[in-house]
């Protein structure tokens, strides 16, 4: 076990790459040197960690010379453009990117699903889409209860899944709608509709089949994650104004009859990373709010399917910049470098 680690974040300034900063923290990761790497845009801005000032470096080929661990998200193009530097300098390199997540010699790893994926020799490691992660972690431990043939999802998709600049987007519309010139002053780009007090189908190029890349992902990834290619999925993304935390809609169909809902909450209830919200009295279930800032992806909801009796519903919610994106890429590191982990 390594007692310390150069450390690399490509996309330091994002949305993701702030919230590795504070995981190193919480989680103890033993960064020694630390390289926060961006475009020219914040390049020589600093930026405070544990008590220092960190540079941030301009992103380049020559960045990773004596790195251990380089996490990357600054999205698909750079990954594409460095993380092959990243892996020739030596360091293991875990991509938040949609990269190489479907290439068939690169793991796509959720520790708690399928983190034997991850060992000493492994060198590049994919980060899934953040809805699949959330998904894959509330679906994965009922297979314990039978063999699951077909999952219905449908989304609710917070702006941060969009990065710092949507959240920005989505809290100048909303105040010029609240207060503020309405509605025909708003400069939709770079969406194509209002986001302020509105939801619509995920912002990204819609497919010949009529799903969209997002879509299209969560049903890829989520079978790869699961190693059930064959699983029948039928998934509709809807991005909602909700600043953070993505929340899902879940039907999970066992080739069976479904089991309890005794069963499933218990099964959710001892599973790693999931907390059970499950308050019928008081009507209390997962929501975005709840599960901001948390490591836990929430579950709750949890009935028999009344038109099928093969199936389950439940809804699922998680903070996709911590379980979705940084903490996941975290736990991979954890795994790839054997460090003890630690309950924040
Ligand atoms: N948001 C999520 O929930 C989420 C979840 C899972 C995965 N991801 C993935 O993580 C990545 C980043 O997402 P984000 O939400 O953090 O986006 P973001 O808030 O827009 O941040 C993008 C980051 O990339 C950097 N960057 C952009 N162009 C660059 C270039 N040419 N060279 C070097 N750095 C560059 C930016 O640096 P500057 O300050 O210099 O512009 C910034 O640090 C994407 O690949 C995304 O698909 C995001």
Redesign the pocket.
């Known amino acids: 076990v390594k007692t310390s680690l150069t450390v690399a974040v490509?996309?330091?300034?994002?949305?993701?790459?702030q919230e590795f900063l504070s995981l190193f923290t919480a989680r103890q990761v033993p960064v020694g040197e630390l390289r926060l790497?961006?475009?020219s845009?914040?390049a020589g801005k600093r930026v405070a960690f544990e008590g220092r000032e960190v540079e941030i470096g301009l992103?380049s080929a020559e960045s990773f010379r004596g790195v251990d661990v380089a996490f990357f998200?600054?999205?698909?193009t750079?990954s594409r453009e460095f993380v092959p530097a990243a892996v020739e300098a030596g360091a293991v390199v875990i991509d938040?990117?949609?990269a190489f997540r479907m290439e068939p010699d690169v793991p796509l790893v959720v520790p708690e699903v399928n983190g034997r994926l991850v060992c000493a020799e492994t060198r590049l490691i994919a980060v899934p889409n953040?809805t699949a992660i959330i998904l894959t972690m509330a679906v994965a431990p009922l297979r314990s209860l039978g063999h699951i043939e077909r999952l219905i999802v449908s989304t609710y998709q917070s702006a941060?899944?969009g990065?710092?600049?949507m959240m920005e987007l989505l809290k100048d519309q909303t105040a010029a709608v609240v207060g503020g010139p309405g509605y025909a002053s708003l400069d939709l780009e770079p969406l194509t509709e209002p986001y302020a007090f509105n939801l619509f189908s995920h912002n990204t190029p819609i497919g010949n089949d009529g799903y969209n890349e997002e879509e299209q992902k969560v049903i890829a990834e989520t079978r790869k994650i699961l190693g059930q290619p064959n699983l029948r999925m039928s998934v509709t993304c809807v991005r909602v104004p909700v600043l953070r935390a993505h929340t899902e809609s879940v039907i999970v169909e066992f080739s069976g009859p479904a089991p309890s809902e005794d069963d499933i909450r218990y099964v959710l209830e001892k599973s790693d990373g999931i907390e059970l919200v499950d308050d019928r009295e008081n009507n209390s279930f997962p929501t975005p709010l709840k599960a901001t800032g948390k490591d836990d992806v929430l579950a709750g909801r949890i009935r028999h399917d009344a038109g099928n009796d093969h199936a389950i519903c439940m809804l699922i919610a998680g903070d996709?910049?911590r379980k979705?994106?940084a903490l996941n890429a975290v736990q991979i590191a954890e795994h790839a470098f054997g460090l003890r982990q630690k309950s924040v």
């Open positions: 490509v996309g330091a300034t994002g949305a993701v790459g790497l961006a475009s845009r914040s992103l998200s600054a999205g698909a750079r938040n990117s949609s953040c941060s899944g990065g710092a600049a996709q910049l979705g994106a």
